[in-house]
């Protein structure tokens, strides 16, 4: 075959070859853009839930902080029931059960989902988890 004949065939390849890779950079793209949205989402229901904890767990108590001006313990249960229901109004009822621990005056949440990803390259779906942590305080 003579060198004119065999001129173009590199470019042709080389043509070929970035196509696939734009496109797998395109699709790492995506998936990567839908994990860092739904990882702020989860981010913003955990604080949510953290909020909404603090104040329900207060709430149960506040006769005895306005008599002693002591900060009384969290009430557990009203706090849990609280973050459960902030996570399935916002991520949905199919939602992950979120984890909550109230230890005195402090609740700490954990909340995960999982996100199902535009084009999956490994994997259909991944796991997004965000632990957030709050403190009752007195008011100045």
């Not at 979120?98 to 949440?109: H, N």
């Given at each position: 075959m003579s060198r004119d004949?065999?001129?173009?065939?590199?470019?042709?390849?080389?043509?070929?070859?970035m196509v696939f890779l734009v496109l797998g950079m395109l699709a790492l793209v995506c998936d990567t853009a839908v994990m860092?949205?739904?990882?702020?989402?989860?981010?913003?229901?955990?604080?949510?839930?953290?909020?909404?904890?603090?104040?329900?767990g207060f709430a149960a108590d506040r006769t005895a902080y306005y008599a002693t001006g002591q900060l009384p313990a969290?009430?557990?249960?009203?706090?849990?029931?609280?973050?459960?229901q902030d996570v399935t109004d916002a991520l949905g009822p199919g939602a992950?059960?979120?984890?909550?621990?109230?230890?005195?005056?402090?609740?700490?949440?954990?909340?995960?989902d999982n996100v199902t990803l535009p084009v999956p390259l490994w994997t259909?779906?991944?796991h997004v988890s965000v632990t957030r942590q709050g403190q009752l305080g007195r008011g100045a």
């Open positions: 004949r065999r001129r173009g065939q590199t470019l042709i390849v080389f043509a070929i070859m860092f949205s739904e990882y702020d989402k989860v981010g913003l229901v955990a604080e949510d839930c953290v909020q909404g904890a603090i104040a329900a969290l009430d557990a249960v009203a706090a849990k029931a609280v973050c459960r992950a059960d979120p984890q909550i621990q109230v230890t005195g005056e402090i609740v700490t949440v954990t909340v995960s259909p779906t991944a």
